[in-house]
C-alpha cells in the first residue's frame, strides 16, 4: 500500500520557521521526484517546491523561492520542507506528492496532475 504522510505543522508567528517532514512507504522511493503542495481556504492548490529523485535538482514556486529548502533522504524514504521567514500568506495545508517522471521542469512538476501518489497534508498557521 502506498503512503505519504506529512507531518510538522503547526502555528509559528511571522518570520518564524517551520520543518515540514513527508514519510514515504509501499513505493520505490528512489524513483519517484517528491513535490510539496499547498491549498489556502478558498484557493487552489498551489505546488510549492519539488526535489528529484536523486535529489540534486530542486524547483521552487516564485512566492517561496529563497525562504524555502527542499530535501529528501532516500535511504530513509524521507523528504522535507524546510520553510524560513514565514509570512501569513503561508498559512495553508500543505502535503507532498511522488511522480516517477524524473526530467520534468517546474512547469511539469508545478501542476498537481502530474503526481501519481498524494499524502495527507498538514496544516501551517502564520499569524501576523
Known amino acids: 500500500e502506498v503512503q505519504l504522510q506529512a507531518s510538522g505543522g503547526g502555528l509559528v508567528q511571522a518570520g518564524g520557521s517551520l520543518r515540514l517532514s513527508c514519510e514515504a512507504s509501499?513505493?520505490?522511493?528512489?524513483?519517484?521526484?517528491i513535490g510539496w503542495f499547498r491549498q489556502a481556504p478558498g484557493k487552489e492548490r498551489e505546488g510549492v517546491a519539488c526535489?528529484?529523485?536523486?535529489?540534486?535538482?530542486?524547483y521552487y514556486a516564485d512566492t517561496v523561492k529563497g525562504r524555502f529548502a527542499v530535501s529528501r533522504n532516500n535511504p530513509e524514504n524521507t523528504a522535507a520542507l524546510q520553510m524560513d521567514s514565514l509570512k501569513p500568506d503561508d498559512t495553508a495545508v500543505y502535503c507532498c506528492?511522488?511522480?516517477?517522471?524524473?526530467?520534468?521542469?517546474?512547469?511539469?512538476?508545478?501542476?498537481?496532475?502530474?503526481?501519481?501518489?498524494w499524502g495527507q497534508g498538514t496544516e501551517v498557521t502564520v499569524s501576523s
Open positions: 509501499g513505493f520505490n522511493f528512489d524513483d519517484y521526484a
Open positions: 506528492a511522488a511522480t516517477p517522471v524524473f526530467n520534468g521542469g517546474y512547469d511539469y512538476y508545478s501542476v498537481p496532475s502530474s503526481f501519481n501518489y
Open positions: 526535489v528529484g529523485s536523486s535529489g540534486e535538482r530542486t
